[in-house]
């Protein structure tokens, strides 16, 4: 019987979810106080009104579809300011779609991909809709060859003054931009060979030309695909994804029907931000993993609890 997970990313000292609920979050990057929207977030708030309103900004939707919105400040930040994690430095940024460009929860991750990497001589790891870049320069830091693939100039940008800022300049990173579905049929004839595929789908997007990307429908095909970019000694593949109306099973149900030939371990669940305020987990992510070796992505390993 399958089993969903639940993965905490290990403490950060410079990120903190200090509290959710009635549709917000209230979070901490570095030394300012975030409130951003956050649908899972239907129960209500631990802390007063009053600690919400406290809050450095406050993100604001405007009406319509596309989720975009104002930032309220209630004390100046800097159009840029610097965060650290794990020997990585980054940049976050209040962007117009609530985004800071940094998904703290993608980092339960880290100790699995590096675990996997290890046991390899420069790996080839392949990073789809990889935005600004953190997982890219985690595998880059220890010891991997990336190709690290987005459809936006801004965030490819952004990936590489996040190398910089981390000191990783040096490192065998490729930041590339164009359409995943495209890249990955172009590898495939030119026989390119990745050990580890990780992948980041939002639900909808456009590649660089406007091609249209949407994760309900075209999520089976492009994992069928990754998995001829394989090597003859694969590592891995994981895919996370912020779809609130796909299950996590669902995912690695889409990996289990494109792995048929290959042996290894499949697992799923949810990534989870635990609250300082009260330790409630608020569901951030699923995600779907499959191993090859001997290092299933398991439960036991990050449980939340
Ligand atoms: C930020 S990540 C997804 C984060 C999170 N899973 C979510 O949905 O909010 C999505 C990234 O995929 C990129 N993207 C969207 N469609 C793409 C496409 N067709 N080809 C390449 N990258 C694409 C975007 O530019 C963006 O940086």
Redesign the pocket.
């Known amino acids: 019987m399958a089993q969903l997970n639940l993965l905490a990313p290990p403490p950060w000292q410079e990120y903190e979810l200090i509290d959710s609920g009635n549709g917000a979050k209230l979070e901490r990057f570095g030394q300012y106080t975030l409130v951003r929207p956050e649908t899972q977030a239907i129960w209500s708030p631990n802390l007063s009104e009053r600690e919400w309103q406290r809050a450095d900004a406050i993100f604001e939707k405007l009406r319509g579809e596309d989720g975009a919105g104002l930032w309220h400040q209630r004390r100046p930040i800097p159009e840029q300011w610097l965060l650290h994690h794990d020997n990585l430095a980054f940049w976050a940024r209040l962007t117009p779609y609530r985004h800071t460009g940094v ?1 703290p929860e993608h980092s339960a991750h880290w100790d699995w991909m590096r675990g996997q990497l290890a046991s390899r001589r420069q790996p080839r790891v392949l990073v789809l ?1 990889g ?1 600004t870049g953190l997982s890219s320069l985690e595998a880059a830091r220890v010891g991997a060859q990336v190709v690290h ?4 100039k801004p ?1 490819l940008r952004w990936a590489q003054e996040n190398q910089q800022a981390s000191e990783l300049s040096e490192r065998p990173l490729r930041w590339l931009l ?4 495209k890249f990955v049929a172009r590898e495939i004839r030119r026989g390119r060979r990745y050990d580890l595929i990780l992948m ?4 909808f ?3 660089p030309n406007g ?1 249209l ?1 949407r994760l309900q429908e075209q999520l089976p095909g492009l994992v069928r695909e990754c998995v001829k970019l394989l090597s003859d000694t694969p590592l891995g593949i994981l895919i ?3 779809a609130t109306n796909i299950s996590a099973l669902t995912l690695q149900n889409v990996l289990d029907a494109a792995l048929t030939h290959l042996q290894g371990t499949t697992s799923a669940g949810e990534l989870v931000l635990r609250e300082s305020a009260s330790n409630r987990l608020l569901p951030a ?1 699923i995600y779907a993993c499959w191993s090859s070796g001997g290092h299933p992505h398991q439960a036991q390993q990050h449980a939340a609890r």
């Open positions: 998904f809709f935005y693939v987005d459809a936006s965030a164009d359409d995943v579905g980041d789908p939002p639900i997007g456009r590649g091609e990307w996370s994804a912020y992510a």
